[in-house]
């Protein structure tokens, strides 16, 4: 009898070492991108979603009378951002780049309305939220996006044109414009988001191919503007002191990083199990917000953590790969700087839980509560899905998959398009 060919197991079945290979072969299909990002973002959703409910329930039973108050809340939320997501998805680039200029314009008027009494609400020593009646909006978060779209389209003009060689047309208006929406949001006291915005506006420099010298110099400089936004605020040199002197007062500065911590490390390996949490139960502030992730590990443990990582991870690598294979500059850029977003974002809210940053107040992307957060971040989701079917031979594997399940529902309607 022939002996089975190596790296094959008895009955032909590819071994271990052809199972990996094909697994990694996986990643080169047209459509790893577009199902990475839409499996990444389902799922955090889901995770979100669970763990609001988790962590909210006994402050909203004590506040409200019902444990479900912030979770419907948030299904409103989802159910306004999904259909916004899968508009996206189906928008063509130019229509991300006509809306550049319109979102600057408005992420500049409503950040000045932050600022105005009456209208501005504040909130853990930051102005960050518009009260218009029934809902409380937070205009950062449409900032971020507008320097995003607004930053790729103006670099991508500026490099079709040839104007990037020296330092003068590359930073100009770029800089001041990013300023701007930077300087209104420090003036809310928000150090959180002025670092997202920071981070964005990098990542634009460093995909467009900023000189070596300027990219430190502009690093240097973001550097030098969170120190300055740190030691100009008292309450911020308390988190720093307190981040640096873990062992401080652990009933006021240190309060919410330690039973943060008491949290994920009495979760363990396999977590106490969902809604067994003990932390919810009015000692860890913000447990549905900025500390969500604390909610995760204690009820998760090290397995739950693992996984929300590994889902940032390949959203990240799905960001990039897209950045990397199109080749419009304008998509190149936009792709980079949505993804710099929400990774940089969910970095640093990981880190102040676990300790090695201090607190921001950042929420952690499509799981912590908070619409005004939810709702661009899947508008931004969608677009790397459109970006996605750009991706060389994308198109043609999307029309030999078949009309998707939307598509196929209208149908059974007789609502689909002939």
Same mark, same amino acid.
């Given at each position: 009898?022939?002996a089975?060919?190596? $790296?094959e197991e008895?009955?032909?079945?590819p071994?271990?070492?052809?199972?990996?290979?094909?697994?990694?072969g996986?990643?080169?299909?047209?459509?790893?991108s577009?199902?990475l990002?839409l *499996?990444c973002?389902?799922?955090?959703?889901?995770l $979100?979603l669970?763990?609001?409910?988790?962590?909210?329930?006994?402050?909203q039973?004590?506040?409200?009378?019902?444990?479900?108050t912030?979770?419907?809340?948030?299904?409103?939320?989802?159910a +306004?951002?999904?259909p916004?997501?899968?508009?996206?998805?189906?928008?063509?680039?130019?229509?991300f780049?006509?809306?550049?200029?319109p979102l600057l314009?408005? !992420?500049?008027?409503?950040?000045?309305?932050?600022l105005?009494? *009456?209208?501005?609400?504040?909130a853990g020593? &930051?102005?960050?939220?518009?009260?218009?009646?029934?809902?409380?909006?937070?205009? !950062?978060?449409?900032?971020k996006?507008?320097?995003?779209?607004?930053?790729?389209?103006?670099?991508?003009?500026?490099?079709?044109?040839g104007?990037?060689?020296?330092?003068?047309?590359?930073l100009?208006? #770029?800089m001041?414009? =990013?300023?701007?929406? +930077?300087?209104?949001?420090?003036?809310g006291?928000?150090l959180?988001?002025?670092?997202?915005?920071?981070?964005?506006?990098?990542a #634009?420099?460093?995909?467009?191919?900023?000189?070596?010298?300027?990219?430190?110099?502009?690093?240097?400089?973001?550097?030098?503007?969170?120190s300055?936004? @740190?030691?100009?605020?008292?309450?911020?040199m308390?988190?720093?002191?307190g981040?640096?002197?873990?062992?401080?007062?652990?009933?006021t500065?240190?309060?919410?990083?330690?039973?943060?911590l008491?949290?994920?490390a009495s979760?363990?390996?396999?977590?106490?199990?969902?809604?067994?949490?003990?932390?919810?139960?009015?000692?860890?502030p913000?447990?549905?917000t900025?500390? +969500?992730? =604390?909610?995760?590990?204690?009820?998760?443990?090290?397995?739950?953590?693992l996984?929300?990582?590994?889902?940032f991870g390949?959203? &990240?690598?799905a960001g990039?790969r897209?950045?990397?294979?199109?080749?419009?500059p304008?998509?190149?850029?936009?792709?980079?700087?949505?993804?710099?977003?929400l990774?940089?974002? &969910?970095i640093v809210?990981?880190?102040a839980? +676990?300790?090695?940053?201090?607190?921001?107040?950042?929420?952690?992307p499509?799981?912590?509560?908070?619409?005004?957060?939810? @709702?661009?971040?899947?508008?931004?989701?969608?677009?790397?899905?459109?970006f996605?079917?750009?991706?060389?031979?994308a198109?043609?594997?999307?029309?030999a998959?078949?009309?998707?399940?939307?598509?196929? &529902?209208l149908?059974?309607?007789?609502?689909?398009?002939?």
């Amino acid at each position: 009898m022939a002996a089975a060919p190596a $790296g094959e197991e008895d009955g032909g079945r590819p071994g271990p070492r052809e199972q990996v290979v094909a697994a990694i072969g996986l990643l080169d299909r047209p459509l790893t991108s577009y199902y990475l990002v839409l *499996g990444c973002t389902v799922m955090l959703l889901a995770l $979100g979603l669970t763990m609001v409910l988790s962590a909210s329930s006994v402050s909203q039973l004590q506040a409200t009378g019902s444990a479900y108050t912030l979770f419907q809340k948030q299904a409103l939320w989802m159910a +306004i951002g999904l259909p916004g997501m899968w508009v996206a998805s189906r928008l063509p680039v130019k229509t991300f780049r006509a809306l550049a200029y319109p979102l600057l314009l408005l !992420s500049v008027v409503v950040l000045a309305m932050v600022l105005v009494p *009456g209208l501005g609400r504040s909130a853990g020593g &930051a102005t960050r939220w518009v009260d218009l009646g029934p809902v409380q909006v937070q205009p !950062s978060e449409l900032a971020k996006l507008a320097l995003v779209l607004w930053g790729a389209d103006l670099l991508a003009r500026k490099e079709r044109l040839g104007q990037l060689t020296e330092w003068r047309p590359l930073l100009v208006p #770029l800089m001041p414009g =990013a300023g701007i929406l +930077i300087l209104l949001v420090m003036m809310g006291s928000d150090l959180g988001t002025t670092l997202v915005l920071l981070t964005i506006f990098l990542a #634009l420099l460093w995909v467009v191919g900023a000189p070596g010298r300027l990219f430190v110099g502009m690093t240097g400089l973001v550097c030098l503007l969170v120190s300055i936004l @740190i030691i100009v605020e008292p309450y911020r040199m308390q988190r720093l002191t307190g981040f640096l002197d873990s062992s401080g007062n652990q009933l006021t500065t240190n309060y919410q990083g330690t039973q943060g911590l008491y949290a994920v490390a009495s979760g363990g390996l396999f977590g106490t199990g969902l809604g067994e949490g003990r932390a919810k139960w009015d000692y860890l502030p913000e447990a549905e917000t900025d500390f +969500i992730f =604390a909610i995760v590990a204690e009820e998760f443990g090290l397995v739950g953590t693992l996984v929300v990582l590994s889902l940032f991870g390949l959203l &990240a690598y799905a960001g990039l790969r897209i950045a990397r294979r199109v080749s419009d500059p304008f998509t190149r850029l936009a792709a980079a700087g949505a993804t710099a977003w929400l990774v940089v974002q &969910a970095i640093v809210n990981i880190g102040a839980v +676990i300790r090695v940053l201090p607190i921001t107040g950042i929420p952690l992307p499509l799981v912590s509560y908070g619409g005004s957060a939810l @709702i661009p971040s899947l508008f931004v989701l969608g677009m790397l899905l459109a970006f996605a079917k750009r991706e060389p031979g994308a198109r043609q594997a999307l029309s030999a998959r078949g009309p998707g399940p939307v598509v196929r &529902a209208l149908s059974w309607l007789g609502l689909a398009r002939r």
